[in-house]
């Protein structure tokens, strides 16, 4: 397949050109995606699916920010004014686009795909991983990124009964006068239990159920019936969604393993971590870490001699969201930017890592015991355990 060039949009009036680079997947199939809203209420669920592919002439392209709506929220989540900043926003980034190919037809696969399901950050939403989510469908997965509704969202959407009624959920500070931790402990489980029901969608579909997806798109889910291996499935997530996912391992025994990018572990209740029962695999970033953290995850790890932790380094928290792909002081200077590490080489040490460490937890046979080093800690960029102390990158 012809690599896809990089979608690059012109000049804004925010200090140089802005455009977006994201990555074509690096493996051997192309990546199709579509958006998956199932319920009318806030309990159902909303994902943006990452698949194998077949190749379409002519494939067009799905936005990066889906809405306008999303540039709000990001304006609300960064504490600046809507009114000047969502249009800036929107101006900047509206019109980026991923490199995969939108509503593209379903590549069956008798054996089925191992199946992953994605958690986002604080403020983010369902696509702001659209480089990691599309280069694992490109080695052979069925990828689900969840949007949360958690609050925890810049914004997401329900879709009522009534056609065309949409509610949307704003994301929402820790309400004063209450503790961090109460708020996001709910959250996070929550979210757990997000992913768990993003699970039982999957095990619907491949029992033949019919699902309605009400956003009536052209990718219709019964294709998936006979070709995503339910035997196969890990929980994965950035930050917020890095402690979701490990939370997920408690609340579901069908997740085999999880992996947390740069994990933010404050909102799990300490008497859960001795019913974490499954591997996890810690990629952190050199910047983000506190010893709090870092101490939870080494709870972890010496109960399970399967867990790993690793440090890219030179890299920062954003460094692993489609973020770090975006160029321009403008962009840069919101969302506190990148690292030293050249974001492409940061993709894929976080992906050659998880890659190996799926193969050995969800007994693959494919050939990703390559990357196996990089579980130790071993490569250029990276080092085994966290990082001691925050460093000046």
């Known amino acids: 397949a012809d690599p896809v060039p990089p979608h690059r949009f012109g000049r804004g009036s925010m200090g140089g050109t802005q455009s977006l680079a994201l990555p074509s997947g690096k493996g051997p199939h192309q990546v199709g995606c579509a958006d998956v809203m199932v319920g009318h209420t806030r309990q159902g669920l909303f994902l943006r699916f990452f698949y194998p592919c077949l190749p379409r002439a002519g494939a067009e392209r799905p936005l990066w920010i889906p809405r306008y709506e999303y540039c709000r929220g990001l304006a609300d989540f960064t504490r ?100 961090e931790f109460y708020f996001r402990n709910k959250q996070v489980h929550q979210r757990a239990e997000e992913c768990v029901r993003a699970l039982r969608l999957f095990e619907d579909i491949s029992s033949g159920k019919s699902v309605l997806n009400v956003l009536h798109q052209d990718f219709d889910l019964s294709v998936l019936k006979d070709s995503v ?110 690292g030293t590490l050249d974001p492409y080489k940061g993709l894929d040490i976080t992906s050659q890592a998880a890659l190996a460490f799926l193969q050995r937890h969800l007994n693959l046979e494919e050939e990703f015991d390559q990357w196996d080093n990089l579980l130790e800690g071993i490569g250029d960029s990276v080092v085994p355990e966290a990082p001691s102390c925050r460093s000046k990158l």
Not at 292 to 304: F, I, P, Q, T
Request: glycine content about 6%; aromatic content about 12%.
């Open 80 to 179: 600046r004014s809507r009114r000047w900043c969502a249009p800036l926003f929107s101006i900047a980034i509206g019109s980026c686009k991923v490199p995969v190919s939108w509503n593209g037809p379903f590549k069956p696969c008798s054996s089925g795909y191992p199946l992953i399901i994605f958690s986002h950050g604080l403020g983010a939403f369902r696509t702001l991983y659209s480089s990691v989510c599309s280069e694992l469908a490109s080695w052979g997965f069925a990828v689900a990124a969840l949007e949360h509704r958690d609050h925890s969202a810049s914004a997401t959407y329900f879709c009522k009964a009534e056609a065309g009624r949409e509610e949307w959920i704003p994301y929402q500070r820790v309400p004063q006068g209450q503790k």
């Open 229 to 338: 291996d339910l035997t196969k499935v890990a929980v994965m997530g950035h930050s917020f969604g890095g402690v979701t996912a490990v939370l997920a391992l408690v609340k579901e025994p069908s997740f085999r393993c999880a992996v947390a990018l740069d994990a933010w572990m404050f909102p799990l209740e300490n008497a859960l971590y001795p019913e974490v029962p499954k591997p996890v695999l810690f990629i952190n970033t050199e910047k983000f870490q506190t010893r709090e953290s870092v101490a939870k995850m080494k709870r972890l790890s010496s109960r399970n001699s399967q867990t790993k932790i690793i440090t890219i380094l030179g890299s920062v928290h954003q460094s692993q969201t489609d973020f770090t792909f975006l160029t321009g002081k403008l962009v840069n200077r919101f969302f506190g930017l990148r």
